[in-house]
Structures are given as C-alpha cells and as structure tokens.
C-alpha cells in the first residue's frame, strides 16, 4: 500500500531535483550556510525516543550519513552552520506528540555522528522548544537567532537537511521563506532542501490502529517525505537531488 500510494503521489504531484554545487555560490561571489534541523537522537536514534526509530530506518540512516558528509565540508572551508536541537522542559507537553528530547534525558543532544560539531568553531547549536525552529529562535527580547546568524554572515543561499522533512524542516523553510520575502534577510537569494539530506518518520496506518492512535495518525514515510519536498517547493524552495563538493 505504501509503495503504491508514493507512486501515485509521484505522477501526480512530480518533484523536479536539480544538483547543487557547493562552489557556485562562492563563485558568484555569495555565500553558503547549512542548517541542520533536529538531527537529535530523540529523533534520529535507534530506540532512543517516543519519537526515535524503533529500528534501523534506511532514509533516517541516509540523512544522517549525508548531514555529517555536508556538515564535514562546510567545515573543511571555514563555512558557517547552524544545527537546531529539539529540547523541552520535562512535564511541558506539545501536542499532538508523546513526550520527548526533554532536557537531561539525552533525547535532546546530536546523534554520535554529528557530536563533533559541539567542539567546531564555524558551528552554532541552537535549541529550540517548539517544531518550527524560526519561532523556537525567538529570544525574550524579540529578536531572532536565526535570522541574526543568517545576517552576520550575509549568507546567500542557504542549503537545509534534517528531519522530519514534513514537519520541522518544512515549518523552519516555509517560515523563513516568508521571512526573505518580507525583508528580513536581505542578503538571502535561495533556500536549497536536500532530499537525501532529510527524513521523516513511518507510520503505517495498520500500526497507527493497531497502537489505538487512530487512523489519523498514519504517517507513510515515503509519501509524507516527498508531500514535505513538494510543499517547500511549491512555495519558493529548490529542491536537490545531490550535492557535489
């Protein structure tokens, strides 16, 4: 059923990827960033969460694989990144999910891969309490983190990864898309969603009844993944297939 419906998605609502090479932007005299989006382990790591893979999940595996090859680039030429973490105070729920990445369970710290970026001088870490991560930048004062690290480094074209694909990352790009479009970030031309870069979760509808969920809870991974790209595309994203160093 799920391999079916993707494939009915895919003809109806065609995802068009292009290739993204990492020098354009320097060459036209620009100047890339990468945000990385809840590559935590509540999300991300085996039986780590409510919200965790049960088990091993080929494109959650992909997106941290490909995150922590981007991650390692960018570093190598001294670009800068920004990685949200999802981190709640314990006993302060977000409906409609269970519990999860509360503050001192773990949940809420980088996946083993991506730890490395805790001790890189071109990485900024930013928790977040909320699913979009331009409002969790929100400070008490009213000013944004995100927006301030995209104006500091006048970055041009701004390349996103995480996960869920359909969730936290389209919330945090549709968001920020506005933003552009509003002034916000004067120097930013492009925000470039990585499809091999993100991931979101399964949930067939079978298991979503079978927990006593509900059938409303179903999430196929496969057509809520590519429902997320085209999403962000419809509303002035580009979306890429591959990105090569």
């Known amino acids: 059923m799920g391999d079916d419906l993707l494939a009915q998605i895919e003809q109806a609502m065609p995802l068009a990827l292009a290739s993204l090479h990492l020098n354009d932007a320097g060459s036209a005299g620009g100047q890339f960033g990468l945000v990385m989006v809840d590559i935590v382990n509540g999300f991300a790591t085996v039986g780590a969460g409510n919200l965790a893979p049960p088990v091993e999940n080929p494109q959650v595996s992909r997106m941290v694989s490909e995150a922590d090859r981007l991650a390692r680039a960018f570093a190598a030429r001294g670009w800068p990144m920004l990685a ?5 105070q314990a006993g302060k729920p977000e409906p409609p999910y269970p519990p999860h990445c509360e503050i001192g369970t773990g949940e809420e710290n980088l996946v083993p891969e991506l730890l490395w970026l805790e001790g890189e001088a071109n990485a900024t870490l ?5 699913i979009n991560g331009f409002v969790g930048a929100i400070r008490p004062d009213g000013s944004n983190a995100l ?18 694909t359909d969730i936290c990352v389209m919330d945090m790009v549709l ?31 079978a298991v979503a009844e079978q ?4 059938a ?7 057509a809520t993944h590519h429902m997320g790209l085209y999403f962000m595309a419809a509303r002035g994203a580009h979306l890429v297939g ?3 160093m």
């Open 147 to 164: 927006v301030d690290w995209l104006n500091r480094h006048e970055i041009t074209d701004l390349l996103a990864v995480g996960i869920c």
């Open 175 to 205: 968001t920020l898309l506005s933003g552009r479009n509003h002034g916000l970030v004067p120097a930013l031309r492009e925000i470039h969603v990585y499809d091999q870069g993100c991931a979101t979760y399964d949930l067939p509808r």
């Open 242 to 244: 591959q990105v090569e």
């Open 216 to 222: 409303g809870a179903a999430h196929p991974q496969g």
């Open 211 to 214: 927990l006593e969920l509900g």
């Open 126 to 130: 930013l928790r977040k309490d909320c």
């Open 84 to 88: 949200f973490l999802d981190s709640h």
